[in-house]
């Protein structure tokens, strides 16, 4: 029996946007080991999967037709959302980011009785093509949970009173050591391993190459998608490392037992707080070397987690710790117990939950 049990006879919805290893659906798990009747809706569900791939690329078009797309899919979405409300009649409702959800939607929502939270996975202040009223579902929230102690001023002044501190973590069914397979050792073993987007070519894209290039010489894999082709001409030295491949969670599991070391090199909407990769890779066994942002002190204050303040130091990092095996285990141990005694998504969720 958990504390939350008594809200098993209502409906609480989780709204997802995320596609490969969703944070959404692993909260909305985390929600009914909490004593919640979930059902989780993925927005990218609720149109043509032909529409997928010109989303990614519509703020590129001129503005009058970005706009006319925008619009599009969010008419689509909201229609199909308020259908499911009025068939489902949840009293909480749980978005990640904006889900394109505009606010006439969360106002009928709220009329209807619904208490609604956002959780952040992303800066609502920060300029983010195709999340035009990502602010604008943060501010018409009752309650937002943000991972970042860095975006929590900004909200603050905007008039947001219900600000909710907790850190993303992780879901050990989902980030756990396994035996690699002949396949998995095939296609993932290196002594370096990143996962992640290239994020095309723009700030966030060229900071990631520079840092990871720093790595290039190393036996280092870097799964990626497309977006990374456009960084590769200007990074020709990372062309070795890359292989154009989109992982699953569980992919990105099985990597991880397959390699040493995961450098977390986050986008620079990240102010403070701890990247999700931190949480899942070392749940899954790799020792990460991270780079240094202040809310690491606040949630590993006895310094579990390596850190590198630049380019060189992550290189001179990395090419220590792979000569020093032993060092690696050691302290991805202690780093792993932190994690899964204080940091899993049922327990955070159940202080969140506390809280709202």
Request: glycine share 6%; with cysteine; aromatic share 10%.
């Amino acid at each position: 029996m958990t504390k939350h049990t008594e809200k098993q006879h209502e409906l609480t919805w989780v709204l997802g946007e995320q596609q490969l290893g969703p944070l959404e659906k692993y909260f909305a798990s985390a929600l009914e080991i909490n004593g919640h009747n979930v059902r989780f809706h993925n927005i990218h569900d609720l149109y043509p999967n032909s529409w997928r791939r010109l989303s990614s690329y519509s703020h590129r078009l001129p503005r009058k037709y970005d706009n006319a797309l925008s619009l599009k899919y969010i008419s689509v979405v909201n229609q199909s959302v308020l259908e499911k409300f009025k068939a489902e009649k949840p009293s909480l409702i749980f978005i990640y980011n904006d889900c394109l959800i505009t606010p006439e939607t969360i106002d009928h929502f709220k009329k209807n009785d619904a208490r609604i939270i956002t959780f952040l996975g992303d800066d609502p202040n920060y300029i983010q093509a195709g999340k035009k009223t990502f602010l604008l579902t943060t501010l018409n929230s009752d309650a937002v949970i943000v991972p970042d102690t860095g975006w929590i001023p900004g909200l603050k002044m905007l008039g947001i009173k219900k600000l909710i501190f907790s850190p993303i973590g992780t879901d050990p069914g989902i980030f756990h050591p396994v035996q690699p397979s002949e396949t998995d050792l095939r296609d993932f073993s290196s002594d370096v391993l990143f996962v992640g987007t290239g994020y095309y070519l723009n700030a966030w894209g060229i900071k990631r190459a520079q840092m990871l290039s720093a790595l290039s010489d190393l036996n280092f894999k870097l799964f990626g998608d497309k977006q990374w082709l456009e960084l590769l001409p200007y990074f020709p030295e990372l062309k070795r490392n890359f292989v154009n491949r989109t992982l699953t969670a569980g992919e990105v599991n099985r990597a991880c037992c397959c390699s040493k070391i995961y450098p977390v090199v986050v986008n620079s909407g990240v102010i403070n707080g701890v990247s999700t990769r931190i949480f899942d890779s070392i749940a899954s066994g790799i020792f990460v070397l991270a780079e240094y942002k202040s809310d690491l002190d606040l949630l590993f204050p006895d310094g579990e987690i390596e850190t590198f303040n630049d380019r060189d130091e992550l290189r001179k990092k990395a090419k220590y710790f792979l000569t020093n095996e032993n060092e690696m285990k050691e302290r991805t141990s202690k780093a792993r117990e932190i994690i899964l005694k204080k940091y899993t998504l049922d327990k955070l969720v159940g202080d969140i939950l506390e809280q709202i």
